[in-house]
């Protein structure tokens, strides 16, 4: 079921769904099992080596000719104008920048005919995103998983805001798993979604069974947030890693403890091993909504076509 809208249209996609960033568990096969299905797979490079972030890039534009997308954060990676380069000598077609300033890129990555996506949690983010020339923005809530902004605003509130002030596609993030979400985000004025968390539990998704099932069996009240004493604030699927992070926090000044409890190898260990005892795992509030784990092509067509007839039911009971 394809979706002609402004998004679609720029990013030349069926859906309007684009994954999201997913650091250094980005996984190239589940990237371009999302583009080709018709939705916009990414490859989020975190903070690995060159070398590692450009094989994850070569791997997913070798499995996939449709539009694809890589994600810089900024304040991240240890050297964001080498990452910029590569992706600009691989021809990547679209960029995603975030956790960070994204102006001193825009127009370089634009001038090699690369869209570029900003992600921003705020209007004034979103309108500057704008002015420095970004082509889409994502507007990302609170009820996200891994890092969040420390204003805490929510999607619901956000989107509908940031919409009304600039005048490039905007794509709601945090939040979405299912029809229901996508049709709220349009209803709202977006013209598509960003997911993370709804992905992890897919057929294509190579990470632990522990983890799938931890998303799948989660409740409304099985994530946390961690790091606000720090202010670096992540959302996590609840666990023993999880608790210890907040024994940390609760009874250390000194950031650094929680910062080396908290890099992207802990992220690797919980994702890939399944070992929640001495890693992490990311998960949205939306977790409590997500109950089987289909492969990526039926969950983007089931979306889709959910949205559709949500939005012709709910302006049939206006009338």
């Known amino acids: ?6 998004l679609t249209r720029l990013l030349n996609i069926t859906y309007p769904i684009i994954q999201g960033g997913m650091g250094n568990i980005s996984d190239p096969n589940l990237a371009a099992a999302i583009s080709n299905a018709g939705g916009l797979g990414t490859i989020g490079v975190g903070d ?54 994204p102006a001193p890129f825009i127009s370089l990555l634009q001038q090699h005919k690369i869209i570029v996506i900003c992600v921003i949690a705020t209007v004034r983010q979103a309108k500057k995103a ?26 619901m509130t ?15 993030a945090g939040g979405i798993a ?23 539990a897919t057929k294509e998704a190579p990470y632990h069974k522990i983890y799938k099932q931890a998303i799948i069996q989660a409740t409304d009240e099985s994530t946390v947030i961690v790091g606000r004493r720090y202010n670096r604030i992540r959302r996590l699927i609840r666990s023993e890693y999880a ?12 950031p650094a403890i929680f910062f080396k409890q908290t890099t992207e190898n802990y992220h690797k ?20 909504l997500i109950e089987d784990c289909p492969s990526v092509y039926d969950l983007l067509e089931t979306m889709t076509a959910d949205a559709k007839q949500i ?9």
């Open 130 to 155: 704008e002015k420095a020339g970004a082509d889409i923005i994502v507007c990302e809530g609170y009820e996200a998983a891994g890092i969040n902004a420390k204003n805490e605003s929510t999607t």
């Open 1 to 6: 079921m394809t979706v002609v809208n402004k």
């Open 269 to 288: 260990i919980g994702a890939f091993d399944g070992d929640i005892k001495n890693g992490f795992i990311n998960g949205g509030q939306i977790a409590g």
């Open 48 to 101: 690995l080596p060159i070398n590692e972030a450009v094989y994850k890039v070569t791997e997913m534009l070798k499995q996939t000719s449709n539009p694809c997308c890589v994600n810089i954060p900024i304040a991240v990676h240890p050297n964001v104008s080498h990452i910029v380069q590569q992706m600009i000598n691989l021809k990547v077609p679209v960029v995603s920048l975030s956790a960070g300033n």
């Open 243 to 254: 608790s210890k992070l907040l024994e940390i926090e609760n009874k250390n000044d000194d």
């Open 178 to 200: 299912d029809g229901k979400g996508l049709a709220a985000a349009l209803a709202l004025g977006a013209s598509g979604v960003q997911m993370g968390t709804r992905f992890i």
């Open 311 to 319: 939005l012709k039911q709910s302006l049939e009971k206006l009338e």
């Open 158 to 172: 956000l989107i509908p805001q940031v919409v009304q002030q600039v005048n490039i596609p905007v794509v709601a």
